[in-house]
């Protein structure tokens, strides 16, 4: 078996094609990978065209599949060859499923017996939009996310960090020094290293999305093995915070694939299902699942997380998450009547005259006469004031996920004589499609925090992917109380959230509406039942009666 034909297999499609960038991909010069590819071609594995002239694009097609073919031989191999030599074969440039699926064969065939699996199965309603950290803005991904990968310390409800990749640390008003536990292990099976580290933290920074969040952060390093260095010459009152954050997990790209050091491995993604495997060489205490199946259903399923071999009308108890909660945001920026503050005010005033009504939407939803803020929030009520004279109709653009709220709140302005237009978006193209908002005079927005309400809230203000990034970065007063948080303690930014939330209530720009609650049926066969990210359960706390 050839390693290069199995890594160039797994990281080029057929199509066009130069030298140049395949012997990067199998670090040969272009003379040695001319001599392979014309190798290859006589064997049968593809067809090479090459471009003439230097630099001029060349055609690669694929004939045989590599891996498949690959993989039957390893199958017939194992049978005859010695532990050692398949060891050795473990070690090529497999993709992630198949390597995982001949390293548990390999264990079964060599004396690691696998007893019967503990399988979980999850109704899936949408597919996952993403895998990637820096890419799972909804909750569906980024919950996922959050079992595949692991930050170097994570913050928690009663806002304690504690360590997960990193054994310890010192923080300065400067610098923060991470000292990383050793032997940790990729999915891919190689070892964590610094340099994984900083590359993963550096992605982050120079993201659009999250670049301001780490604007105070002047330089990343590791000045030597498993140590790594942030420096902050004007401080950084939320360092620890922000390396807890789904985004900041240590991720490295391996064959085009995206991998992580997290309790589950991706093992399938398709349509129909997206298969978890637990991680075997977790760093911590491996999970008791050994699979979680999300499967494909249609909305009207019944969302139940029920075990395998069970029969689905097994007995169930229903555990209460938080699940978030809903604001309406109206528009200052459009050249329409919204830019009036006289117009805001009378919208604010109809649904705050009419939120008690907005359970009858749902039942999993209540009216929230407050803000975001669960427990610190104080509740409000808007004087009555006379219609304003209005130009034009309002454009309202509608999520899928909150057409029902959208629509009653249609009919509530419509009643009181405002004219709306609806504009539907789907839920995949409000969270990738920038700024979607600012083409819309006002919509309802789901927000769900991750699990620490203080840095959700600030994380909320300042990443862009949130619907207030625009007002954030255009709102003068705005922008001078954010700036506020450079200089308080973490343990004091309450009061200041406080301040931000009433200045966006009084000027009519964002308007509490709704809280959510999530009703989640399990199997009565199900143990150690835990809410962590997202309202969600943790899906490595997990186990299951026989």
Not at 121 to 129: E, G, Q, S, T, W
């Amino acid at each position: 078996m050839d390693d290069n034909l199995l890594l160039l297999w797994n990281s080029t499609s057929s199509g066009e094609v130069k030298v140049k960038q395949l012997s990067e991909i199998i670090d040969l010069s272009m003379k040695q990978t001319r001599r392979k590819l014309h190798q290859w071609q006589e064997e049968g594995w593809l067809t090479f065209q090459s471009g003439k002239g230097r630099g001029n694009v060349s055609i690669l097609q694929w004939i045989k599949d590599v891996e498949v073919t690959y993989e039957k031989l390893f199958l017939a191999k194992i049978e005859t060859y010695s532990i050692e030599e398949i060891s050795k074969l473990l070690l090529l440039n497999w993709s992630l499923e198949t390597k995982q699926r001949l390293m548990n064969i390999f264990q079964s065939k060599f004396g690691f017996h696998q007893e019967d699996l503990d399988r979980l199965i999850i109704p899936r309603y949408y597919h996952f939009l993403t895998f990637h950290p820096l890419k799972a803005a909804d909750v569906h991904s980024a919950n996922l996310v959050a079992n595949v990968y692991n930050r170097v310390v994570a913050l928690n409800e009663d806002n304690t960090i504690t360590s997960e990749l990193a054994h310890s640390w010192e923080l300065t008003a400067t610098k923060l020094t991470l000292y990383l536990r050793k032997d940790i292990h990729f999915h891919d099976g190689s070892i964590l290293k610094a340099e994984d580290v900083v590359l993963s933290f550096k992605g982050m920074k120079q993201s659009r999305e999250y670049a301001e969040l780490w604007s105070p952060i002047i330089n990343i390093s590791s000045p030597s093995p498993l140590v790594v260095e942030l420096e902050f010459t004007d401080g950084c009152t939320y360092i620890l915070q922000l390396l807890s954050m789904i985004p900041a997990s240590i991720h490295k790209e391996v064959h085009g694939q995206i991998i992580g050091t997290g309790s589950f491995y991706i093992a399938e993604d398709s349509e129909e299902k997206t298969l978890l495997c637990a991680f075997k060489q977790f760093f911590r205490e491996r999970p008791l699942l050994d699979r979680v199946e999300f499967i494909q259903v249609s909305k009207e399923f019944n969302a139940l997380y029920y075990g395998a071999n069970e029969s689905k009308n097994v007995g169930t108890f229903e555990v209460e998450s938080d699940s978030g909660f809903g604001i309406v945001l109206l528009n200052p920026f459009r050249p329409t009547d919204m830019a009036r503050k006289e117009v805001r005010d009378y919208i604010h005033m109809l649904i705050d005259q009419n939120r008690q009504q907005i359970s009858q939407v749902h039942t999993r939803i209540s009216e929230n006469t407050s803000g975001c803020l669960i427990g610190y929030s104080k509740p409000y009520s808007m004087p009555k004031i006379k219609k304003p004279i209005m130009t034009g109709p309002l454009i309202m653009k509608v999520v899928s996920y909150a057409k029902d709220v959208s629509y009653w709140l249609k009919d509530i302005l419509e009643q009181a004589g405002l004219a709306v237009v609806i504009e539907e978006i789907s839920f995949q193209d409000a969270v990738n499609k920038d700024q979607f908002n600012l083409d819309a005079d006002l919509f309802v927005h789901g927000e769900i925090f991750e699990l620490n309400q203080s840095f959700s809230y600030f994380f909320f203000l300042k990443n862009a992917f949130s619907p207030l990034h625009k007002l954030t970065q255009t709102d003068i007063k705005l922008k001078q109380l954010i700036l506020g948080y450079n200089d308080l303690p973490f343990e004091q930014w309450t009061d200041h959230h406080l301040k931000i939330e009433d200045y966006l209530i009084q000027n009519s720009l964002c308007i509490p509406l709704y809280y959510s609650k999530r009703q989640i049926p399990f199997s009565i066969n199900l143990m150690n039942v835990e809410i962590k990210h997202f309202g969600y359960v943790d899906l490595a706390k997990l186990w299951m009666k026989s």
